[in-house]
């Protein structure tokens, strides 16, 4: 059964949906395909919500929504000058981070948007619920028609499997991602700085002082942003508080992603004992510290503190459009986008 979300500012009734599976509780919205909560256990038994959010949509339609839960896109992180090239034709699009664009746009990119429901039930795999968009030739200044879907599954063992497609009636580029921040500790309730990180990638994409990459990949050895073995992320954070980035907003490549759903990411709460897997089929990983989180009021009246929720977006490496020595994001008609996100919260022993 749906539940009121409030209204959004063009006046339509917003929505939200529970599903339950093996002691997990997920509820999603139709504002932005947006993961609101997941209830989940701690060592000891007692459920918590572990990702940031807000309580109705107007909080979503705030300047406080830092991206919450939602989905990312047309095109996920950053573009180089806030424009591109297809066929030969250059779109230009609207800076919002500077002279770059991020996250898809300033007034209709995916998240700010309301999405269909197309349906929602339970099979073998668990309860569901599917949502789509039509985003029109030249919202946001992107080329063509593309009919978008997110499909949200709680699987058995409460692992959530987010499906996400996209087709195209003209040659453009999709780049889609979920942008959740998580506390294991429980929203709201201090800082991740003393949770754990396994990100298995031994590289990663720099980037110069705009955060656009430079086309380059280095090695992770040596440098801060090495997590192939389980560090606390707050023991090197520092060293990055000076750059631009102010802690860790990076991109890391995944050992052979983009060819089959792969781990890319380990979580750990020692307060609370919960673990959250990673898993993607996606080429990137941008790990995300929650740096320019700022105190505002969130979900049940919890304050989210600088750091106090950090984002693992499987997605394609930023500014791919424009840069020759990443993997082509172009869809064409006769193709389809996919990427597949599951994230899952268990206790550790």
């Not at 395909?33 to 807000?54: H, I, N, P, Q, Y």
């Not at 490496?317 to 006769?334: M, Y």
């Amino acid at each position: 059964m749906a539940e009121d979300f409030g209204q959004n500012r063009d006046s339509r009734a917003v929505k939200v949906w529970t599903l339950e599976n093996d002691g997990v509780r997920v509820r999603v919205s139709d504002h932005g395909a947006t993961l609101v909560s997941f209830e989940c256990k701690d060592r000891d038994g007692k459920m918590g919500d572990v990702v940031l959010g807000f309580d109705s949509v107007v909080g979503y339609e705030s300047k406080d929504n830092q991206y919450f839960g939602c989905t990312t896109g047309r095109i996920a992180n950053r573009i180089d000058g806030a424009s591109f090239v297809v066929n030969g034709k250059v779109y230009e699009l609207q800076a919002n981070d500077g002279r770059n664009q991020l996250h898809g746009g300033v007034e209709r990119s995916l998240d700010k948007v309301l999405w269909r429901l197309v349906g929602r039930g339970a099979d073998e795999a668990g309860p569901w619920v599917e949502f789509s968009y039509r985003s029109p030739d030249g919202e946001e200044g992107y080329p063509g028609n593309v009919d978008f879907f997110v499909r949200y599954q709680l699987h058995d063992g409460g692992a959530l499997e987010i499906r996400s497609r996209a087709a195209t009636d003209q040659p453009t580029p999709i780049a889609l991602t979920n942008h959740a921040y998580w506390n294991l500790a429980g929203a709201g309730n201090g800082s991740i700085l003393d949770h754990r990180l396994r990100i298995p990638a031994s590289s990663y994409t720099p980037t110069d002082d705009t955060m656009i990459p430079t086309g380059d990949i280095a090695t992770v050895a040596g440098t801060a942003l090495d997590f192939r073995t389980e560090t606390r992320i707050g023991d090197r954070i520092a060293s990055l508080e000076s750059t631009p980035t102010r802690g860790y907003d990076h991109n890391y490549v995944v050992p052979g992603g983009g060819k089959t759903v792969i781990e890319v990411a380990r979580l750990y709460s020692p307060e609370s004992g919960r673990e959250l897997i990673v898993e993607a089929d996606d080429v990137g990983l941008q790990f995300y510290s929650g740096n320019f989180l700022r105190g505002q009021l969130g979900k049940d009246g919890q304050h989210y503190q600088k750091n106090g929720g950090l984002c693992l977006e499987p997605q394609a490496f930023p500014n791919s459009v424009n840069e020759p020595n990443f993997a082509s994001i172009q869809l064409q008609p006769d193709e389809e986008y996919t990427q597949r996100i599951i994230y899952q919260v268990r206790v550790r022993g």
